[in-house]
């Protein structure tokens, strides 16, 4: 069973940064790709950034490019979003999902099963 644990959330003034962590557990995390996701009261969930297995192919929502930067580190089981120049339009509930499967494209948000339970980012104006 694939089980996924956020840390790292809280409370941040505008330009400030936080990063996230993910730990996971329940299969070979070196084998699938992981995403973050965020979703903000009365909106839909967001693709933000994702990692292919390797760590060699990223993808990143237009909107937080430049300032998000999401790693792995296949040897501790654990996945990464550091987040500079926070802005209040960021606030949201992150979550970290994995990959359906082992071929799984990285870049598509649909492939992604496995969620963790989510933490509140929330940036002050």
């Known amino acids: 069973q694939v089980h996924l644990a956020e840390s790292g959330g809280g409370l941040v003034e505008t330009g400030g940064s936080l990063g996230l962590s993910c730990a996971a557990s329940?299969?070979?995390?070196?084998?699938?790709?992981m995403a973050w996701f965020r979703q903000a009261p009365g909106k839909e969930r967001q693709f933000v950034a994702a990692?292919?297995?390797?760590?060699?192919?990223?993808y990143y929502l237009d909107s937080v490019k430049e300032r998000f930067t999401i790693s792995r580190d296949n040897a501790k089981n654990t996945v990464y979003l550091q987040m500079t120049s926070l802005k209040p339009e960021d606030t949201a509930v992150y979550y970290c999902?994995?990959?359906?499967?082992?071929?799984?494209?990285?870049?598509?948000?649909?492939?992604?099963?496995?969620w963790g339970q989510g933490t509140q980012v929330t940036v002050s104006s």
């Open positions: 990692i292919s297995w390797s760590g060699l192919n990223i």
């Open positions: 329940g299969r070979t995390f070196s084998d699938y790709a």
């Open positions: 999902a994995s990959s359906r499967d082992v071929s799984s494209y990285y870049a598509a948000s649909g492939v992604y099963i496995y």
